[in-house]
C-alpha cells in the first residue's frame, strides 16, 4: 500500500531528525522523507497536522503468555494492544510454556504474531535448558531461528561456573545476554524492597544488594568471557551506577528500565496495594531518581513495559501471596512522554529511550530514513486521557495506574507500512 | 486505595482494627477506656452482657492459635454474640476455594464480624477491602505485620501497672524483624508518647531502618534494659534458633534471654511482659517469667476485656451508649493504676 503522512513534526533519533515534513510510504518502507516522488500516489492520506511522526515503538521486555498461560493473555490479544499503544516490536523472554529453548517454540510464537498481524514479536532463547541453570541451551539453533539473545529470565543460574560457560558460548555465538540480576538467595520469599516500608507493613524485604551483588557477579564474568550483555530492569542506584562504571571501563554493556520503576517508589504500596508488588521490587525515591539520572546521562539507553498481563484473581490475594507484575504496555508512550513533561529528556531523547536504544540492543534498526523499514507511530501529543481498566486492550488489567491521567494519544501504528491500528477505526 | 486508612469510617469512628498505625492518641485511650469498663464482667456471677446479642462473629484463623483464638471466643461469647469458629484446616481453602470466595459465601451467611488470623501479611487489609459495608474485621495477627489487639492488651496492662506513658522506658526485646506484635506495640507506644521506644535483638533479627518506626536499636541486652520501666520479651521462633539467623538457642539465652542479672540493669520497679507462648530458657528464665516483676498471666486476663472493648466499638455500639444497667461504669485508668 502507498501511504503519505503529511505535516506531522517528524522525530528520529536515529537519523537526527525534527522538523514537520511528510513522509511517503510504499512496499512497506519509507520511500521519500519531505516531498513525493515524482509519480508518487497515495493511496491512503493520514493527516499528521500537530502530531508527532516517530519510529514505532520497541519494547524489550513483554510477556505475551502465550504459549502456555493463554488464561492470561494471548499473543494477539496482547500485540492488538500493543498496536494500540505505537509498540511494533515486541521482545518475548523466554519463560513460556514450554520454555523458548528449541526452534519449534520460536517458530511457534513468530506464526502466532504474523498470524494476529499486529505487531512483530521476537525471542529471546533460553540460555540454559529448560532455564534450568545446569545445562545449556541450544544457543546456535536458537540463533538460526531468529532468536535476537539469549536470557534465563528470572530464573536465577546459581552455578557461577555454568553462568560463565553460558556466556562464553553466547559470545561464540555473538548472541548478547539479557540478564536479570537478583541474588536468589538473598531475594529468596522477599515482596518488597527492604527498607522503611518493609519493616512498617513486615512485608519479607529483597535488600539492594540483592541486585548489586548479582550485578558484581555478572560484570566480572562479562569482562572474563566478552559477551554482549544487556541488564534488563534495573531497580537501584547503585546498580545503574555500576553498570555505568563499567561501561566507562569499555564493557560491552547496556541496560534498561521498566517504565513503571521511574514514577513509583516503595511508598506507592501504601497499605498493601497489590498493583504495586513488582520484581524487582519498588525502590527508594533516591533510587527512582538515581535510574532517571542514569536514563538521562545515557547509561541506561533503553525503556521497557516490563509487560505481564495477569488475570483478576491474581492480585487478589494478600500481598506477599499476589503475582507480582503490571501490564504495561498502554502505558510505555506516555510514562516516557511524561518525563518530557517533567524536563528530564527532550521529545527525541525520550523516542529515542523507546525506540532506536531498545532496536539497538537487539540489532534492529529503527529509524525513518529512506529505505527503512516502514515500522511508524503516530500521536497527538497534547491529548489528554484517563487510564481505565474497561479501555484496556491488553487482556491484563493489573495497572498501578488505573485512574491517572495522562497526556499523548497514539492515533495511528503502521507495522511495515500497513496501519496496523488507527483512532479512525475505534 | 493506596494510602488510605481503611478502618475508619467515614466520621472517623473504628469501623475495622487492622493495624496501630493511623489511630489517633484519643482512639487508643478510647479502647483503654472501654476495656477497663469491661474488666469485672469476667467476675460477675453471669459474665456476659448483651451490646452484640444478635450479631454473628466469625473467627476465621488460617494459622494456628491457642491463646488468641480462645480470648476472642470467650470476647465475642461474654458480648453475647453468636460465635463461628472455621477451621481453616478442613475447610474450602484447602480444597482450591480462593480466600475471598470463601469469604463471600460467609458473608452469605449473614456473618457481622470477622476476626482473622492470616500467615500473609496484609491479608486483613485485603478481607477488609471486599467485605460487605455492614461487617467489621479485627485483625488477629498477619503475617509480620501487625497484631493490634496483642498490643492494646499490653498498653492495658502497662496503663494499669504505670499510669502515665510519658515517663516511661520501654524496651522490647527479642526476635523484632519476624513479630506483628512487636510492630504494634511500637506503634502504639510512640503513639502513646513514651519518652523512649528501644528494640534489643542481635543484628540479625533486627529489620533494615526499623529506626524509621521510631525506636532505639540495642544489641546489648544489658545497655538495652538500663533504667527501663517495661520490658516486653518477644517469642522466638524454634526454626530461627538454627541457621542463618542464630546460632543455637543456648547462645541466644545466654547474650539476650532475661535473667535475674540482666533484670537488674532495669528500674526496680520494672515489669516484665511477653504475649506468649514462653519458652522457658530461651527468652526468659523461669525465676523471671513467674517472678514478682512478671504480669504475663495479666496480659493474657486482660486480653478478654481489649477485646470486648475493640468488638463492641467497631460495631458501632461502645457500651457508653448502650451499655445495660448491670454493666460497670467506665474506669479511671489513673485510678487504678499502683
Known amino acids: 500500500m502507498r501511504l503519505s503522512i503529511l505535516g506531522g513534526r517528524v522525530i528520529d533519533p536515529a537519523n537526527g531528525i525534527d522538523r514537520i515534513t511528510d513522509l511517503h510510504i510504499a512496499s512497506g518502507k519509507v520511500l521519500a522523507v519531505g516531498e ?143 540478564l536479570h540480576a537478583q541474588d536468589p538467595w538473598l531475594a529468596a520469599g522477599g515482596c518488597a524492597h527492604e527498607g522503611m516500608v518493609s519493616v512498617r507493613l513486615g512485608l519479607p524485604g529483597i535488600p539492594e544488594a540483592a541486585e548489586t551483588i548479582a550485578v558484581a557477579r555478572e560484570l566480572h564474568l562479562i569482562e572474563q568471557t566478552g559477551v554482549r550483555a544487556h541488564f534488563c530492569q534495573l531497580s537501584s542506584e547503585r546498580a545503574v551506577n555500576m553498570i555505568a562504571r563499567a561501561q566507562h571501563d569499555g564493557l560491552p554493556v547496556s541496560a534498561d528500565v521498566a517504565a513503571h520503576q521511574l514514577f513509583l517508589t516503595e511508598m506507592d504500596i501504601g497499605f498493601f496495594d497489590s498493583h504495586c508488588h513488582v520484581q ?29 498481563p495477569l488475570d483478576r484473581d491474581a492480585k487478589l490475594a494478600p500481598f506477599p501471596s499476589s503475582e507480582p507484575g503490571i501490564s504495561g504496555l498502554e502505558t510505555l508512550l506516555v510514562l516516557t512522554l511524561r518525563l518530557v513533561d517533567e524536563g528530564l529528556l527532550s521529545l527525541p531523547q ?43 486492550a491488553s487482556q491484563g488489567k493489573n495497572s498501578p495506574f488505573l485512574g491517572w491521567e495522562f497526556k499523548g494519544r497514539v492515533t495511528h501504528t503502521l507495522l511495515a507500512g500497513r496501519l496496523s491500528f488507527s483512532s479512525e477505526s475505534l | 486505595m493506596r494510602g488510605q486508612n481503611l478502618q475508619l469510617d467515614e466520621q472517623g469512628r473504628l469501623k475495622h ?3 496501630i498505625e493511623g489511630l489517633k492518641r484519643q482512639q487508643i485511650v478510647d479502647i ?33 492459635s491457642t491463646r488468641t483464638l480462645t480470648t476472642f471466643e470467650l470476647a465475642a461469647k461474654r ?27 460467609l458473608e452469605a451467611m449473614q456473618c457481622d464480624m470477622f476476626v482473622v488470623r492470616h500467615s500473609d501479611s496484609g491479608a486483613a487489609h485485603l478481607i477488609s477491602q471486599h467485605v460487605a459495608p455492614h461487617v467489621s474485621v479485627i485483625n488477629a495477627g498477619d503475617g509480620r505485620h501487625a497484631h493490634p489487639t496483642q498490643a492494646l492488651l499490653d498498653m492495658f496492662t502497662i496503663r494499669r501497672r504505670k499510669g502515665e506513658f510519658a515517663p516511661l522506658t520501654v524496651a522490647i526485646v527479642g526476635d523484632i524483624m519476624h513479630s506483628r506484635v512487636a510492630r504494634s506495640q511500637i506503634h502504639a507506644l510512640t503513639t502513646l508518647g513514651v519518652n523512649e521506644v528501644r528494640v534489643v535483638a542481635p543484628k540479625t533479627l533486627i529489620p ?28 522466638l521462633q524454634k526454626e530461627r534458633m538454627r541457621g542463618a539467623m542464630l546460632p543455637s538457642e543456648q547462645e541466644y539465652f545466654q547474650s539476650y534471654g532475661l535473667t535475674r542479672d540482666k533484670l537488674a540493669m532495669a528500674r526496680p520497679d520494672a515489669i516484665v511482659m511477653h504475649p506468649g507462648p514462653i519458652n522457658r530458657g530461651v527468652e526468659i528464665d523461669s525465676e523471671i517469667a513467674d517472678g514478682p516483676q512478671s504480669v504475663i498471666l495479666e496480659q493474657v486476663s486482660n486480653g478478654i476485656a481489649v477485646r470486648m472493648a475493640v468488638m463492641s466499638m467497631v460495631l458501632g455500639r461502645p457500651p457508653a451508649e448502650n451499655a445495660p444497667a448491670e454493666a460497670p461504669a467506665k474506669g479511671s485508668a489513673q485510678g487504678e493504676a499502683s
Not at chain 1, 500493543?82 to 509498540?87: C, D, H, K, L
Not at chain 2, 477451621?87 to 459465601?105: C, F, P, Q, R, Y
Request: aromatic content about 4%.
Open chain 1, 350 to 392: 525520550a523516542i529515542a529511550c523507546i525506540s532506536q536504544g531498545p532496536a539497538g540492543i537487539i540489532g534492529l534498526s529503527a529509524g525513518l530514513g529512506v529505505g527503512e523499514r516502514a515500522d511508524i507511530c503516530i500521536f497527538d501529543p497534547e491529548q489528554y486521557w484517563e487510564l481505565g481498566a474497561e479501555g484496556m
Open chain 1, 280 to 308: 524487582p521490587p519498588l525502590r527508594t525515591q533516591r533510587d527512582r531518581d538515581g535510574l532517571r539520572e542514569a536514563l538521562r546521562r545515557g547509561s541506561i539507553s533503553a525503556i521497557c513495559s516490563d509487560h505481564q
Open chain 2, 79 to 105: 458480648l453475647s454474640a453468636d460465635v463461628l469458629k472455621i477451621n481453616i484446616n478442613t475447610s474450602a481453602t484447602v480444597k482450591g476455594e480462593s480466600l475471598l470466595d470463601m469469604l463471600h459465601n
Open chain 1, 36 to 178: 513525493a516522488p515524482a509519480g508518487f500516489e497515495a493511496g491512503r492520506v493520514i493527516d499528521a497536522r500537530g502530531q508527532v511522526v516517530c519510529p514505532g515503538l520497541v519494547d524489550l521486555q513483554a510477556r505475551l503468555r502465550e504459549p502456555g498461560q493463554e488464561n492470561k493473555a494471548t499473543i494477539a490479544s496482547e500485540t492488538r494492544a500493543a498496536a494500540r499503544a505505537g509498540i511494533t516490536t515486541l521482545v518475548c523472554p523466554p519463560d513460556t510454556d514450554p520454555v523458548t529453548d528449541t526452534p519449534a517454540v520460536v517458530d511457534l510464537i513468530r506464526h502466532r504474531a504474523t498470524q494476529a498481524g499486529f505487531a512483530r514479536v521476537v525471542s529471546l532463547g533460553a540460555l540454559t535448558k529448560n532455564l534450568q541453570g545446569e545445562q545449556l541451551a541450544e544457543m546456535s539453533a536458537l540463533k538460526n531461528a531468529g532468536c535476537v539473545g539469549v536470557s534465563n529470565a528470572h530464573h536465577a543460574i546459581a552455578s557461577t561456573e555454568v553462568m560463565r560457560r553460558a556466556m562464553e558460548y553466547a559470545a561464540n555465538q555473538d548472541m548478547p545476554v539479557f
Open chain 2, 208 to 235: 533494615a531502618q526499623v529506626e524509621s518506626l521510631g525506636v532505639h536499636v540495642y544489641h546489648d541486652m544489658k545497655a538495652g534494659l538500663r533504667d527501663a520501666d517495661v520490658i516486653i520479651m518477644l517469642r
Open chain 2, 17 to 19: 482494627l487492622l493495624t
Open chain 2, 32 to 64: 483503654l477506656d472501654i476495656a477497663e469498663s469491661f474488666i469485672s464482667v469476667g467476675d460477675q456471677q453471669v459474665r456476659k452482657v448483651p451490646l452484640l446479642r444478635g450479631k454473628t462473629v466469625v473467627n476465621l484463623f488460617f494459622e494456628a
